[in-house]
């Protein structure tokens, strides 16, 4: 009885965070003008020097006491702040999260926001890399989700900035390592489209290219993804030569080649054992043109000698 009952209750609460996982916020964007008329609270200001002390507990503490009776002060982001920065370095991640969304969320004009925005870039970095939500000591839960929302937002909060480009670029990486590569091709072009002068262009360039390449299945299946890959190599070669070399960017090409040029043989075979042998005559020729000067234009020329003596005299 016990053992359906802890289940039975593990089910409720798995489907209520899933329900209320993201925090929600009423969107109020709240006018923090007045500040400039009045003094700070001084159980605000012990909160600050208190994370100044590194006794974050105690600044989340307060704040958090005194949020409850001051709900409608123009400090109120203060408390707020104390308490998402309080959380989060006492290792009370989602607690955090929490605070900092609704910080970003209602108070655009607080002099915490910028910092905030920083801060919850790290904390998204603690998320991705595989840190998990505790739930009544029962249900522990991944906040892979939560990590890639705050990354999406920060590029929604502050787009054209270098926290913006590093946000995306980070998605990305998190895309690609996961083998999501259609998603982490998508945010990479962001990046190459927007942001073209941040530091993170160069790996995005790079990023997109793997991303493409790693599509590919073999050379039954569709070899679209490998004509973007080899574009997107060609470029990363010009526009950054030397990181090319040491990246061995000219052996993903050869690679590349080599698996189109496969694919060209691939559909030769087809024709061969369908008993379609002019077409596979006419494929011979074409992949010699295409593959002037190559093994793969002498393989044809092979080939085509092979399926009809009387090629020879037609064949380079």
Same mark, same amino acid.
């Given at each position: 009885? $016990?053992? /359906? ?15 209320? @996982? ?5 969107? $109020?964007?709240?006018?923090? @003008? ?13 909160? +600050?020097?208190?994370?100044?002390? +590194?006794?974050?507990?105690? !600044? =989340?503490?307060?704040?958090?006491? /005194?949020?409850?009776? *001051?709900? *409608? ?7 707020? &702040?104390?308490? #998402? ?14 605070? &900092? ?10 002099? %915490?926001?910028?910092? @905030? ?6 904390? #998204?970095?603690?998320?991705? +890399? ?23 937002? $920060?590029?929604?909060? /502050?787009?054209? @900035?270098?926290?913006?480009?590093? #946000? ?7 895309? &690609? ?26 790996? =995005? ?23 973007? !890959? ?9 526009? %950054?030569?030397?990181? =090319? ?13 080599? &698996?189109?040029?496969?694919?060209? %043989?691939?559909?030769?075979? %087809?024709?061969?054992? $369908? ?17 002037? +000067?190559?093994? /793969? ?20």
């Amino acid at each position: 009885m $016990t053992k /359906w009952l802890m289940i039975c209750l593990s089910i409720i609460i798995i489907t209520g965070v899933n329900g209320c @996982s993201q925090p929600k916020t009423d969107q $109020t964007i709240i006018d923090l @003008s007045a500040q400039e008329k009045q003094p700070v609270p001084d159980e605000l200001v012990r909160a +600050g020097q208190f994370l100044n002390e +590194g006794k974050p507990g105690e !600044a =989340a503490r307060i704040s958090r006491k /005194w949020e409850k009776k *001051n709900k *409608n002060s123009v400090w109120i982001d203060h408390a707020i &702040y104390y308490q #998402a920065r309080g959380n989060f370095q006492t290792q009370k991640y989602y607690r955090s999260f929490k605070y &900092y969304e609704k910080l970003l969320d209602q108070y655009v004009s607080s002099k %915490f926001y910028e910092q @905030s925005l920083f801060e919850e870039v790290d904390l #998204a970095e603690i998320f991705l +890399g595989g840190w998990k939500r505790h739930v009544l000591g029962l249900i522990i839960l991944p906040t892979r989700l939560e990590g890639i929302k705050i990354l999406e937002r $920060t590029e929604q909060r /502050w787009p054209g @900035s270098e926290l913006a480009s590093r #946000a995306l670029l980070m998605q990305a990486e998190h895309y &690609y390592n996961r083998k999501m590569y259609i998603e982490a091709q998508q945010t990479c072009h962001i990046i190459i489209e927007n942001y073209p002068r941040c530091k993170e262009y160069q790996r =995005a360039m790079y990023l997109v290219a793997e991303a493409s390449y790693a599509q590919f299945q073999g050379i039954l299946y569709d070899t679209g993804c490998l004509d973007e !890959a080899l574009i997107r190599y060609e470029q990363y070669k010009l526009e %950054f030569p030397k990181q =090319a070399v040491d990246l061995q960017v000219d052996n993903r090409i050869d690679a590349i080649h080599a &698996y189109q040029a496969l694919k060209d %043989f691939e559909v030769v075979d %087809f024709y061969i054992r $369908t008993h379609k042998i002019e077409a596979a005559c006419h494929q011979l020729k074409a992949i010699q043109v295409r593959w002037s +000067g190559t093994e /793969w234009e002498n393989r044809a020329r092979t080939l085509l000698i092979e399926l009809n003596p009387e090629n020879e005299l037609n064949v380079k």
